[in-house]
């Protein structure tokens, strides 16, 4: 007899066991993606703690609630796909606004979450939720508008736009999609206090004598893999030492290829008098 810790261990058994029956058929997800990232990805975003990370960020909730309530006339009536749909909070807005189906998309086990408010809610014959990732599902009818919140740090990590450039493929001609530009801008700033804040981390490996062992063999070597780093933070604007440049990306028109982007800018430093923390 097997036995599962809860019913969520029950329905990724589930999920499994009907991957299997269906073949290992080939999607463009399964193309691009490491099967171990693709795993880790889904589970970190199949609790409920992270869901209610981005639910109570005030300005990121409140943007689109806004964005979506504001510009009703591109809901009323119209049927909706919400890609990534996570708790579904994006399908609830779009039938605040009118619409007259959505079709909430999800590929971790928050599907079934999500399945769970809109039957608490009432909303079951607004909102369907289907299981899998928009590359390998199949919707029922083209829709009118795509809603979604694709954007990773820097705009593009977790390659989730490539999935919701994908989305189109469902999209009616002259359709809407919120949003429908992304722009990072880019600048290198120089503080001080944040480099040393580092660098003291790297002082570790300084040590020659560490329960009798000398560790400073490897400082060079920390050092460099501590200031190649990414640090997600905010910071004073007036650290900038150089005017922004920006890159943008229209959801609309551009290709999931023009995402890959190897080189984005080339600034020169020799003018430039300071040390450069990012």
């Known amino acids: 007899m097997v036995k599962f810790a809860n019913e969520k261990s029950v329905q990724e058994f589930k999920d499994l066991l009907g991957g299997l029956q269906k073949g290992d058929k080939k999607s463009k997800f399964k193309d ?23 639910l109570q960020d005030y300005v ?15 809901f009323v009536g119209k049927v909706v796909l919400d890609v990534g749909a996570g708790s579904g909070i994006l399908s609830f807005f779009a039938v605040q606004a009118g619409a007259k189906h959505v079709y909430a998309v999800e590929g971790s086990c928050m599907a079934r979450y999500c399945s769970e ?5 009432k909303y079951q014959d607004k909102i369907t939720v289907i299981k899998g990732m928009i590359e390998e599902v199949e919707l029922p009818e083209q829709v009118d508008t ?19 450039i994908y989305a189109r493929k469902w999209l009616k001609r002259g359709g809407k999609m919120f949003p429908s530009q992304g722009t990072l801008y880019l600048a290198p700033f120089s503080d001080e206090g944040l480099f040393q804040e580092v660098c003291n981390k790297a002082n570790f490996w300084y040590q ?41 990306t229209n959801f609309l028109t551009d290709s999931e290829e023009s995402l890959r982007i190897s080189t984005l800018i080339l600034l020169s430093t ?5 040390r450069y923390t990012g």
């Open 32 to 54: 691009r993606t490491d099967e171990s990232s693709a795993t880790q990805y889904f589970q970190f975003y199949g609790y409920l703690s992270q869901q209610q990370n981005m």
């Open 60 to 74: 990121r909730t409140t943007t689109f609630q806004r964005a979506i309530l504001d510009n009703h006339g591109d």
């Open 117 to 121: 408010l809109i039957q608490h809610n």
């Open 270 to 274: 020799r003018t430039l008098r300071h």
């Open 208 to 248: 020659s004598f560490f329960y009798g062992v000398d560790l400073s063999k490897l400082r060079g070597e920390a050092y460099a893999e501590y200031l190649t780093q990414p640090i997600v933070d905010t910071f004073d604007p007036r650290h900038l030492v150089a005017r922004p440049v920006k890159h943008s």
């Open 146 to 164: 795509i809603i979604s919140e694709p954007m990773g740090y820097m705009l593009y990590n977790e390659r989730m736009l490539e999935t919701y």
